[in-house]
């Protein structure tokens, strides 16, 4: 299938305003493109089954579990959602993509080259962005209301395994530790220029 859109995904640790942003820049990009938002895990059965059992849940529970929920919950969000959308031109922001189960998955022990594999047939965003904020700084924003993966050791390991795909060239880093108007201007400077360099 044919795609016209543009695809850019906001990825971070939890808390550190990812969701603000990427509802932020549609609301930008709206005032010129026909832009929307959206977010995994999806709002398709599968992705309220991960909310409901692996991200609210006392426990963690298997990361192979995890891995392959969240790959089909990505198969099932691009098929119903991403490709719909790109189809008609449209540039779809999402709320986190295959980036989050390596950084997550992986940081719980699993082999990131077997992440890739279940998801090589998840569509490469056109743009990727991390927003980097200290570990110490996302745990203490998410106090009191924490999940299963929201503990200083997870989030440490979670970002480690981030930044390997922003040295490799995969995702584009802007630091998240500054202000909120300041977070979104650094963003939105960074995905127009993108869109200049595309037309």
């Known amino acids: 299938m044919s795609r016209r859109g543009i695809f850019i995904v906001i990825e971070g640790l939890d808390g550190c305003g990812k969701t603000t942003q990427a509802k ?34 006392a426990k963690r529970g298997s990361s192979v579990v995890e891995a392959l929920l969240f790959a089909a919950d990505r198969y099932e969000h691009v098929a119903n959602e991403v ?4 189809t008609k031109g449209k540039i779809v922001v999402s709320d986190r993509y295959v980036y989050s189960s390596l950084a997550y998955q992986g940081a719980a022990g699993l082999d990131l080259d077997w992440i890739r594999k279940l998801n090589e047939h998840a569509m490469k965003p056109d743009l990727a962005i991390f927003i980097d904020v200290n570990p110490e700084t996302v745990v203490q924003r998410l106090k009191p209301k924490k999940s299963v993966m929201e503990n200083l050791e997870t989030q440490q390991k979670v970002r480690e395994v981030y930044v390997k795909f922003i040295e490799r060239g995969e995702l584009v880093s802007v630091d998240g530790n500054d202000s909120k108007r300041v977070v979104t201007k650094n963003i939105v400077a960074l995905v127009r220029s993108f869109l200049e360099k595309r037309h």
């Open 83 to 86: 490709l719909p959308a790109l």
């Open 24 to 57: 932020l820049l549609v609301r930008t990009l709206k005032k010129n493109h026909d832009a929307v938002y959206t977010a995994e895990p999806s709002r398709g059965n599968i992705g309220r089954f991960i909310r409901k059992y692996c991200l609210h849940s």
